[in-house]
């Protein structure tokens, strides 16, 4: 069965690269960005850990923290992560939990057996701190994955959460944002001190209002 946003994060135990975990438990009050690939040892894979590694600041200042998933040993993963820290120039520390029975792969529905049955697919979820799925993203594991966008889509889902807003194509932290259809021009007036601009009665644009 496929999941759904909105559902609840599937809870687990497994281990880690920084010990034994139980998922829920190791989300605490923390949005999660929650990604597998195929395989350690592998060059795409490599590439997408040290980018990862160094935006743990930028996820620090948004709440969040990263875990990864493959369907492979805890002694292949710590392994690998001198590769990575000596190829990319970064220190890996998050924790890469280790799946040799793809267990937690299957249960978060990362093995695609049409596309590759013996690896998992590039599978990103976005976790908030209710623990419910709030975004997804699936690539094959061919293509590396845009960590930018990645964090351009949190920065999306935290906006939005607070505010009765939508972001538009191709939106960037700082730019105007759209007042979503249900508020009213009333509500809208007081809602959005800093104005906004009808282009359309369903289409109307305001300043960032965190800005």
């Known amino acids: 069965m496929s999941l759904l946003l909105g559902d609840i994060a599937p809870d687990f135990e497994a281990e880690t690269t920084e010990g034994k975990i139980k998922f829920h438990d190791w989300i605490g009050d923390d949005w999660v960005i929650f990604f597998s690939h195929p395989a350690d040892f592998t060059p795409v894979c490599t590439t997408e850990l040290g980018y990862t590694a160094k935006l743990k600041d930028k996820l620090a200042a948004r709440g ?78 061919s293509a590396g994955r845009n960590f930018d966008e990645i964090l351009r889509l949190l920065d999306s889902l935290q906006l939005t959460d607070g505010y009765k807003v939508a972001t538009p194509v191709n939106w960037q932290q700082g730019e105007d944002v759209i007042i979503v259809p249900s508020v009213s021009n009333e509500d809208a007036d007081k809602l959005f001190p800093k104005g906004y601009k009808t282009i359309k009665p369903y289409l109307r644009t305001t300043p960032q209002p965190n800005k």
């Not at 695609?112 to 979820?125: C, E, G, I, L, S």
Request: charged letters at 25%; aromatic letters at 6%; proline letters at 9%.
């Open 64 to 141: 969040t923290k990263a875990i990864v998933i493959s369907a492979d040993s805890l002694e292949d993963h710590k392994a690998w992560i001198g590769d990575i820290e000596e190829t990319q120039g970064c220190t890996v520390d998050f924790p890469i939990i280790a799946d040799p029975d793809k267990k937690v792969a299957t249960l978060y529905n990362m093995i695609h057996p049409n596309a590759d049955p013996k690896v998992t697919v590039r599978a990103v979820y976005v976790i908030d701190p209710n623990k419910k799925i709030r975004a997804s993203i699936i690539y094959p594991p």
